[in-house]
T-cell receptor, first 113, second 118 residues
Framework: RKEVEQDPGPFNVPEGATVAFNCTYS??????FFWYRQDCRKEPKLLMS???SGNEDGRFTAQLNRASQYISLLIRDSKLSDSATYLC??????????????FGRGTQLTVWP | DGGITQSPKYLFRKEGQNVTLSCEQN?????MYWYRQDPGQGLRLIYY???????QKGDIAEGYSVSREKKESFPLTVTSAQKNPTAFYLC?????????????????FGDGTRLSIL
């Protein structure tokens, strides 16, 4: 079983729509969670961390459900510039002092006018 | 500005040839990483290093080698033993905090090197 599973999409939504992505992780001891954004042929960039209590950054809301081992990203009022691939990232410690990052395959989002 | 610089942006490898991808960071980060990304796939860890002169294999280290002689630099060599080298290679770094057993720091990425076979 993969460490991190994501629905690859693609999600095609009109401007102004609300869209949600989910991601599940297999290691219950995972400690840190992030959403990254990757534009076509570019490097991933940190979008936001995901905290246990849930957190919001403008139009973006991230939530963590430890019991069900999933994290989610909600984008409200989608903009054309939100079109990208969104990567779910989980840090798990497997006995080393260095937390390993595990990446989902990414969910592709296209926002159309 | 602080950041991670990868070079070259595009690289072509002839059969039987070793090629080296450069990664330099001026963020004063202790940990550095190399990932490979194939189309439609997530990032897969090749090698990582927590400290100078030390590095560890990731999930797909076969056919690759690294060195960490300086804190700022973590070059990756794609050897002729790597039979399917065509991919997007990403270097990343993150800080390490002494005394912590788990690093919860996100990683910062360079802008990548695209490697293709001639």
């Amino acid at each position: 079983r993969k460490e991190v599973e994501q629905d690859p999409g693609p999600f095609n939504v009109p401007e102004g729509a609300t869209v949600a992505f989910n991601c599940t992780y297999s290691n219950s001891a995972s400690q840190s969670f992030f959403w990254y954004r990757q534009d076509c042929r570019k490097e991933p960039k940190l979008l936001m961390s995901v905290y246990s209590s849930g957190n919001e950054d403008g139009r973006f809301t991230a939530q963590l459900n430890r019991a069900s081992q999933y994290i989610s990203l909600l984008i409200r009022d989608s903009k054309l510039s939100d079109s990208a691939t969104y990567l779910c990232v989980v840090i798990s410690d497997r006995g080393s002092t260095l937390g390993r990052l595990y990446f989902g395959r990414g969910t592709q989002l296209t926002v159309w006018p | 500005d602080g950041g991670i610089t990868q070079s070259p942006k595009y690289l072509f490898r002839k059969e039987g040839q070793n090629v080296t991808l450069s990664c330099e960071q001026n963020l004063n980060h202790d940990a550095m990483y190399w990932y490979r990304q194939d189309p439609g796939q997530g990032l897969r860890l090749i090698y990582y290093s927590q400290i100078v002169n030390d590095f560890q294999k990731g999930d797909i280290a076969e056919g690759y080698s690294v060195s960490r002689e300086k804190k700022e630099s973590f070059p990756l060599t794609v050897t002729s033993a790597q039979k399917n080298p065509t991919a997007f290679y990403l270097c990343a770094s993150s800080p390490l905090h002494p005394g912590q057993t788990l690093v919860g720091q996100p990683q910062h990425f360079g802008d990548g090197t695209r490697l293709s076979i001639l």
